[in-house]
């Protein structure tokens, strides 16, 4: 594995900001990546929890954020933005960070984890599977503003 640490992120350095810059396009073309001011705001929020995955070197190679909200039927958890950079993949990267947060999840209360992945996300979709993750038969609507 290349992951020596998977950690909670406490502020926000010009080295976070330059390793978004360099992650989100890896995840999404449509998407820009955040700036310090958006970073600011998601490392400060109560309701989210930005981890990261260092390598031996001590160089961000992934990213993921868990959202905690309560509603009136529980707190709910969700994974959003797994990202890790093409040089870690394929060792346990991924893994690392969702184990990660499903440990959070479990230790503030929720009954459950939720995540989408594109199905063209063959290597993503293996991985969540093989963690315990089942397709749900549900459906998700969008309203793009």
Do not use: C, K
Not at 25 to 53: D, F, I, K
Not at 58 to 66: C, D, F
Not at 129 to 145: D, I, K, M, P, S
């Amino acid at each position: 594995m290349v992951v020596t640490e998977v950690a909670d992120t406490a502020e926000v350095s010009a080295e976070l900001v330059d390793t978004f810059a360099r992650l989100i396009p890896q995840l999404s073309s449509s998407s820009p990546p955040p700036g310090h001011p958006e970073l600011v705001e998601m490392v400060a929020s109560p309701a989210t929890v930005l981890l990261v995955a260092r390598d031996p070197s001590g160089r961000v190679i992934g990213s993921l954020t868990l959202v905690l909200f309560r509603v009136p039927t529980g707190l709910r958890a969700w994974i959003e933005d797994v990202v890790v950079d093409e040089s870690g993949r394929g060792a346990g990267v991924g893994e690392a960070l969702v184990v990660d947060a499903v440990h959070r999840a479990q230790l503030a209360g929720a009954r459950s984890v939720d995540l989408t992945s594109r199905p063209s996300r063959e290597s993503a979709n293996r991985l969540y599977r093989r963690l315990g993750f089942e397709e749900r038969a549900t459906n998700v609507y969008r309203r793009t503003l």
